[in-house]
């Protein structure tokens, strides 16, 4: 079967921001994502999942100019809170879904 | 009894116990640990269960008897961030930002200790008015806001942008908030049914209730323990804040309370309300409204000094206070 | 009891008050998350209390009381589904694999809607049959099988390939799925072990029980009001045909069980039964067996539109008409 | 009661009838599972809830009525691993780590088949000395380090390196582990607290106890039947191994228990617990000292056949002998 | 350490397909693979996690060919079930072992 | 928004092997990690997460010389417990960060 290419982006971020960031991926024209439950330990000396519940992990995979503007929307939230994000490539077989 | 009986009651219960056990095996390093949704499903039981029984109650008490009590806790929960914020500002000299997320917290609730007050007044008989919840549900939400906007002062920017925190949506936070959510909702609840209506879930919420707490306790010693590795770091004023102001605040709860004319036990309640500090609402208000602000400053003070402080020592204090007052 | 009293006691009951709240907290967009693990432990327990006090009910039931309700309750589970697929392609002129879905649905029942329905009988004293839950247990296999049937009409393949529904694999999971399991198995072991052998589990299945419930039904109010933003999307029709064919089988249902012999409040519990449609056997089915029908359907109408209209309406309408049909 | 009488008494009791339908819903693949919160939840409550009650009896146990039982428990904790590994090293021929292993599993104790026991006793109203719990978390520990011993021999490295299992860990991991913490942590809190203070938790922990443990082994039912697909694996000798050293060990903790002067149910108690085998305790502490040895061997023997084993025939027995050798 | 190439197959998929989908993966040659829970949403509109319980992740690393198949194996499901599979490349150390 | 490359190590381990695999990348440099519970299937005939509860998936986004140490730190493990590491390339934004 043919695979094309595109990026995964993950985002893993304290739980406060969960809403807000799906909302945004949204926006930006990811067409779905995958979230997940996750702890974790960071820059940040606390851990937000004591009070907070657990941290997410949102995968999702776009087009290159796509994950550019979520990488730049994430960063907006590197100073105040607990977040990273990172891409890596893969390859999918519908090409159109994502 | 005596106030070293009074202080051994509060020790020997089960609830006290099992908090200390929780830390207990924090210390020793032990791998118990709650599952997540465990804590999540005894946080959820034991806020809708102290609403119906709360409302349950308001449903057969007389409006006048209500307003008074409700009053002056509205009007506590407005002075006491200040009161906190003094503090924070000229003895710690505390910054803007951290001193009105700190007030946020304490002049805000914590169920779980409203919850110990109530179960030591069980232990020790004395009575204590059943509408108590409604106070606690009126006592959350107003400290949280007037914390905020001594934090935001006069540079409050309503509405900012992404990245930052937004007012509107830290308000419709607290307010929608799970915590306000089931504690209010429970009381409606309670008051809408009444009573008798109630009778066929007391098994679930009243009978089950105390052995429900016994075991969120185990679980809220792990979760302070946790907090007391950063105490070193907190610094001693913070020890001392998390203690003094807890005492205060106590004194101005119970005082008031005999005032507005509760029972010695209602004022103990109150006086432990008032010198309880939020460690689920108000933080999650502030690390929206104020994401600048150190939840390792406001978490430390509230759940790992102030939590263990009124559980063991502030609330056998209070219920002494209240029968002087009261006397 | 005049029929406005009858439907306030529906309305003010912990149960239904539940729901509601469930209700207002999607609608205010709450934070209110109930953690998955406690939904499926709820549901573990609910429905293996309800088996287990049925089975140990059918241990000291005679044969002959029990075969007439059964047999009743059997041709209800065929007959049901047919009435639902007539109406659905003569009046909604859906096509026939939807329809068969729906059918499947609307012909099986919801556990829940049940216990709605035995609760509000104990609010209103009205006496039931302790053998009801086997009726469930009956009730809910059939018409899945019927449903499928219709669906798939001339062109029922069995044991399809990969990627498509098979035939074999969905009637395993219907009769081994989760709820009828533990359901069947609870009947089981009460009817096994015999009234008497129980007591020791009693104060944890039987006096839990209602709250236990009251708490499942907040988590069913969220998760229902999610399904409230379909509507639009569904139309009017299947609004009409989600509260009217629930009646038409309602009456059915009652009338039926009245004329086997139950008493008023079995008849209306029967009614209350038939009325009602399945939202977790039934999708777990037709997702297998029929993947391309649309969840959003049968989901929307049984979960979004059937199961609130039975709870707050329905469940005092059939108890009034058991009272008529009976008296 | 006859044997016969008794036998049905166990195999009629809603635990193992729970037990059956776990294994009833693994055998026809039935999609029913526990989320692993709920059974680390119930875990925790059923192990705190027999320590408070143990410690809430030894409170009013004087120490001279205590202290032989608790002498002999210790012994038979430190001679039925030895047992256990003679046999396994003379006539199942196992190398001595995997031997080592086992006879920690054997000489160790299933909290779990402590309960079912002390339900039995109350099923069949032979009366149970209360502070029967303390001797369960005495049995516990001796065994496995003995166990650990055994595996080691000569060749014992303590604190070894990385990717091997080190002695202090593992003996940390046993004296702090969450089901010894829970245990003594609930004997120590009820002891602490004394039976009056426990009152208002009894409806939580005592009363729910039976049904939370009926829940608890349906999913003990679940689990054990997975290990069961390993049983041809593990060969014949291991199925002897199995049935036939419990025995061995019941009869020795009966026999020992009556000396000790236990009543009737205690001494039967007691052979139970010296007949089951660990299967949370043991496995997580040879995991870590002994991670070369396997798995699948010792959780099999522990779950697949002995726990199954005890539930279903070795109680019975082991009440039988307590019967005749008192009498 | 020496690390070699090997293909990461990523699979999301409603609930309903967990077990079929580990056989199948089973069947053509994986030797591994980890599941995890998790939530998503795509380009249906309906979240299966509702009364499915949660979604899965399917992860298992194998050589090319094997990732090959079991794309093709995946597509099968596309038309009526949530689902999508994609690959990534990534290093191990032990080959033999996938 | 300018990338960086990065290496993305992941270890999926039996769940008794967490607080010391914790500890390791801890000691080795990694200044971050993300840990999910996850259930898995490998060449061990027996699945831990029965009586240890689930396993664990360890991610830590490094330089390339600290997931070389990993690896290493990783395979002494691979004797008796059910444990696989495999790295990935991935691109982030604050290089400094990792
Ligand atoms: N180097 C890293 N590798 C993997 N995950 C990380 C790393 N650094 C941070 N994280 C994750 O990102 C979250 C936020 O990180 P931070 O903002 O550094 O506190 C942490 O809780 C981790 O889950
Ligand atoms: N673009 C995407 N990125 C990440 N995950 C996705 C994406 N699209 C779909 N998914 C996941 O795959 C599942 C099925 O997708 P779908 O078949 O499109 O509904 C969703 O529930 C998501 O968990
Ligand atoms: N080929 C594979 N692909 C993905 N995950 C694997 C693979 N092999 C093993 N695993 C994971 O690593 C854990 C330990 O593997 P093992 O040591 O082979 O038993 C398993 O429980 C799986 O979660
Ligand atoms: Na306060
Ligand atoms: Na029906
Ligand atoms: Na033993």
């Given at each position: 079967?043919e ?81 990273i ?14 | ?16 116990l ?107 008989g ?20 007037v ?5 935001r ?11 930052s ?5 830290a ?83 119970v ?17 432990t ?8 609402a ?8 104020l ?12 759940l ?24």
């Amino acid at each position: 079967m043919e695979t094309k290419n595109a990026t995964m982006v993950t985002i893993v971020a304290e739980r406060l921001l969960r809403d807000r960031l799906v909302e945004k991926i949204r926006a930006l024209g990811a067409k779905g994502f995958t979230l997940t439950e996750v702890q974790g330990e960071g820059s940040r000396g606390w851990q937000a999942h004591e009070f907070e519940g657990p941290s997410v992990k949102i995968e999702t995979l776009v087009r290159a100019e796509v994950a550019e503007k979520i990488v730049e929307a994430v960063a907006k939230y590197f100073e105040h809170h607990a977040v990273i994000v990172y891409l890596t490539d893969a390859k999918v077989v519908r090409v159109r879904k994502f | 009894m005596s106030p070293a009986e009074i202080l051994a009651t509060n020790l020997l219960s089960p609830v006290v116990l099992a908090f200390g056990l929780g830390v207990a095996a924090t210390l020793v390093r032990s791998d118990l640990e709650f599952p997540e949704p465990l804590y999540q499903s005894l946080s959820i039981y034991l806020l809708l269960a102290i609403g119906l029984k709360g409302g349950a109650a308001l449903s057969v008490t007389p409006l006048t008897v209500f307003v008074g009590p409700a009053a002056v806790t509205v009007l506590l929960g407005l002075v006491t961030p200040l009161t906190a914020f003094a503090v924070l500002r000229a003895a710690l000299r505390m910054d803007r930002i951290n001193a009105g997320a700190l007030a946020a917290h304490y002049g805000s609730v914590s169920a779980v200790t409203f919850l110990a007050a109530v179960s030591f007044g069980e232990a020790t008989g004395v009575p204590i008015e059943g509408f108590m919840p409604a106070l606690v549900a009126l006592l959350e939400v107003p400290a949280i806001v007037v914390g905020l906007l001594l934090a935001r002062g006069a540079h409050a920017r309503p509405g900012e942008g992404e990245g930052s925190g937004s007012w509107a949506h830290a308000l419709h936070e607290v307010i929608t908030g799970k915590s306000i959510l089931l504690l209010v909702g429970g009381v409606a609840m309670g008051w809408i049914a009444g009573k008798e209506r109630m009778t066929p879930v007391e098994p679930f919420f009243v009978a089950g209730f105390q052995g429900a707490l016994t075991l969120f306790l185990l679980e809220m010693g792990l979760v302070a323990a946790r907090r007391l590795r950063d105490l070193k770091e907190a610094g001693l004023l913070l020890v001392a804040f998390g203690t003094l102001v807890p005492v205060v605040h106590g004194v101005l709860g119970v005082w008031a309370g005999t005032v507005a004319g509760l029972s010695e036990g209602g004022a103990a309640v109150l006086g432990t309300l008032v010198a309880s500090a939020s460690y689920i609402a108000a933080p999650a208000a502030v690390r929206i409204a104020l994401p600048e602000a150190k939840p390792s400053l406001y978490l430390t003070a509230s759940l790992g000094i102030t939590f263990p402080f009124n559980l063991v020592l502030g609330i056998p204090v209070y219920f002494a206070l209240a029968s002087i007052f009261g006397g």
